[in-house]
C-alpha cells in the first residue's frame, strides 16, 4: 500500500488488507456497500468491548478462510471453494455492517481514552525518561504503528519527534500507511511523512508525489501497541516484530503492547516465549508489566536481525508450539 498524506476521517472506508499465507496480501472490497452507515460505538463501554471483539474474531475468520482458499485451493472440491467463498463474503459484510474499519478504530479510541485510562504512550512515557532519552541531543523520532490520535505525544513534542501512521487514517496528523510496507533508503529524496505542518495548514503537500513509504534515516522508538494482536496470520505478526528490527536504529526501542489474554491464557504464547522469539530477533528486554487488561513491554535492539530469521514463507524458527494444554485457553500464537 502506498502511503498517502493525512487524510480526515471518511465515513465508510474499505477493510484493511488482511495478510495471508505470508505472501499475499487480500483486500476486503467492501465498496457495494458504501452506503452502510457506521455502526453505533456501542451502547455501553461492555457493549462496546463485546462488539470490538466480536470484531476481532470475524478478522481472524476471514484471515482463516482466505487462507484456506489460498493455500489448499487445489486440494479442495469446487463445492468446498464456492462455500468458503460464500462465507468471506458474509464475514465481509458482516464486517462492513459493523462500520469497517473506520468503526473498529473509533471505538477502540473511546476505549483508549474511557477503559484503559489513557493511551498506552502515558505508560512508554515515563520508562524513556527513566532511560534518560528525553535528555539525549536531538529530538527522538518515534514511529506509532496504528495511531489513532496524533495527540498521544503532544506533550512531548520538545523531545518527541512523532510520526502517527495507521492502515487507515482518523484524524489529519496521521498517515496512512501500512508499517509493512515500509523501507529505509539513505538516499530518499526527502525524509517523507514528516510534513505534519502541511496537513495542520491544509496545504497540499507533495507526500504523494514521492515514493511514500521510503524513510532516509531508522527510528528511535517503535510503538507496536495493540497492533501486532490486529492481525489475523501469526506469521505476519511475526513479520511485524522483524519489520520493528529492521527499522529501529541500534540501540532502539520498541515499546509492544498486547491483550493481556495473548500471552496469560494462550496454549501458544507466553512471556517466556515472547522472550525468547524477542531475544532471537535481537531485542533484550528492559521492561514489562501486566494490568488487569494488557502486557506492556519494552525492548532494546542490542542486535542485528539474524540472517536466520525466516523471511515470509520460509520455515519459521519458532513455530507454533503447545505451551499450555488447558481447557479455555485461546489460540494466540506469532509465528516467526
Ligand atoms: C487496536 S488499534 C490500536 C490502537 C492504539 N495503538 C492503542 O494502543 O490503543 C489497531 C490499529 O492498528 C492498525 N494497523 C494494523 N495493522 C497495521 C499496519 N500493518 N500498518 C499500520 N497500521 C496498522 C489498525 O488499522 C488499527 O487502527
Known amino acids: 500500500m502506498a502511503a498517502g498524506k493525512p487524510t480526515g476521517t471518511q465515513k465508510t472506508v474499505p477493510l484493511p488488507p488482511i495478510h495471508v499465507d505470508g505472501q499475499e496480501k487480500i483486500i476486503i472490497d467492501t465498496t457495494a456497500l458504501s452506503d452502510?452507515?457506521?455502526?453505533?460505538?456501542?451502547?455501553?463501554?461492555?457493549?462496546?468491548?463485546?462488539?470490538?471483539?466480536?470484531?476481532?474474531?470475524?478478522?481472524?475468520?476471514?484471515?482463516?478462510?482466505?487462507?484456506?482458499?489460498?493455500?489448499?485451493?487445489?486440494?479442495?472440491?469446487?463445492?468446498?471453494?464456492?462455500?468458503?467463498?460464500?462465507?468471506i463474503e458474509d464475514v465481509s459484510r458482516e464486517m462492513a455492517q459493523m462500520g469497517g474499519l473506520d468503526w473498529y478504530q473509533k471505538a477502540s479510541l473511546l476505549g483508549q481514552c474511557k477503559q484503559r485510562g489513557g493511551d498506552t504512550s502515558r505508560w512508554l512515557v515515563p520508562k524513556m525518561r527513566d532511560l534518560g532519552v528525553d535528555k539525549r541531543p536531538g529530538k527522538t523520532r518515534l514511529l506509532d504503528v496504528g495511531a489513532l490520535s496524533c495527540?498521544?505525544?503532544?506533550?512531548?513534542?520538545?523531545?518527541?519527534?512523532?510520526?502517527?501512521?495507521?492502515?487507515?487514517?482518523?484524524?489529519?496528523?496521521?498517515?496512512?500507511?501500512?508499517?509493512?510496507?515500509?523501507?529505509?533508503?539513505?538516499?530518499?529524496?526527502?525524509?517523507?511523512?514528516?510534513q505534519h505542518d502541511?496537513?495542520?495548514?491544509?496545504?497540499?503537500?507533495?507526500?504523494?508525489?514521492?515514493?511514500?513509504?521510503?524513510?532516509?534515516?531508522?527510528?528511535?522508538?517503535?510503538?507496536?501497541?495493540?497492533?501486532?494482536?490486529?492481525?489475523?496470520?501469526?506469521?505476519?505478526?511475526?513479520?511485524?516484530?522483524?519489520?520493528?528490527?529492521?527499522?529501529l536504529a541500534p540501540e532502539g526501542l520498541l515499546f509492544l503492547v498486547l491483550p493481556l489474554s495473548c500471552v496469560a491464557n494462550s496454549r501458544y504464547l507466553d512471556d517466556e516465549r515472547l522472550l525468547e522469539i524477542m531475544q532471537f530477533l535481537g531485542f533484550t528486554q528492559l521492561h514489562q508489566n501486566h494490568t488487569a487488561k494488557l502486557a506492556h513491554y519494552l525492548y532494546r535492539l542490542t542486535a542485528s536481525i539474524p540472517a536466520t530469521a525466516s523471511a515470509s514463507g520460509d520455515e519459521p524458527q519458532f513455530k507454533k508450539k503447545m505451551l499450555h494444554s488447558a481447557p479455555g485457553r485461546n489460540n494466540f500464537s506469532i509465528v516467526v
Not at 471483539?53 to 482463516?64: A, D, M, R
Not at 503532544?154 to 509493512?180: C, H, M
Open 36 to 87: 452502510v452507515s457506521l455502526g453505533k460505538l456501542g451502547k455501553s463501554s461492555t457493549d462496546t468491548r463485546r462488539r470490538i471483539n466480536h470484531f476481532h474474531t470475524l478478522i481472524k475468520e476471514y484471515s482463516k478462510l482466505a487462507s484456506k482458499k489460498q493455500t489448499r485451493g487445489n486440494d479442495l472440491s469446487a463445492e468446498d471453494m464456492v462455500s468458503i467463498g460464500e462465507r
Open 151 to 194: 495527540l498521544n505525544y503532544a506533550k512531548e513534542r520538545k523531545w518527541i519527534d512523532v510520526t502517527p501512521i495507521d492502515l487507515n487514517s482518523q484524524e489529519p496528523g496521521i498517515y496512512k500507511q501500512d508499517f509493512l510496507d515500509i523501507e529505509l533508503d539513505s538516499n530518499a529524496p526527502v525524509p517523507l511523512l514528516s
Open 198 to 247: 502541511d496537513a495542520d495548514s491544509g496545504e497540499e503537500s507533495d507526500v504523494e508525489t514521492n515514493t511514500a513509504h521510503l524513510f532516509q534515516s531508522p527510528f528511535d522508538v517503535i510503538c507496536l501497541s495493540l497492533v501486532v494482536n490486529f492481525i489475523g496470520d501469526p506469521a505476519r505478526r511475526g513479520d511485524m516484530l522483524k519489520q520493528a528490527a529492521r527499522l
